[in-house]
């Protein structure tokens, strides 16, 4: 079965990131699955491994393949993540998808999302849901 290399959860909320990770397992579409409370340390983690500042032995560490982020978080919210993330070098980024999953449907957050050109999706996170994601960006999920 097809697998992605890893994905990453970046959500404050510990029952949500408890039943994505459920889901996510159950779907078998992920050989590692991480989760992340806040923004700040989703992107440090990211930053180590785009500067190869990480212990390439530890399984605790890997490139994700999609990352599942949330908008309305303490310390540094999505749109601040995403900010950030677009000035990680492009090499690294190019094959990562990014979508936000979240319980906002304000249109401003909408906009913005569609102006990143990032796929936006409200929570619950559903078999169906992420089975779009993964069809639409990763050639190897289409039918």
Known sequence: MKKLKGILLIDDDDTNNFLNHRLLTRMQVAEKIREFRNGKQAFDYLYNISQGHYDTAS????????????????????????????????????????????????SQDTERAAASSIAYLTKPLTTEKVQGLLEEHFPEFRS
Request: glycine share 2%; proline share 4%; hydrophobic share 50%.
């Open 59 to 106: 399984s605790e560490y890997f490139k994700p393949a999609l990352i599942l982020l949330d908008i309305n978080m303490p310390v540094m919210d999505g749109f601040e993540f995403l900010s950030l993330f677009e000035k990680l070098d492009e090499s690294f980024r190019k094959d990562v998808v990014l979508a936000l999953l979240t319980t906002s449907e304000h």
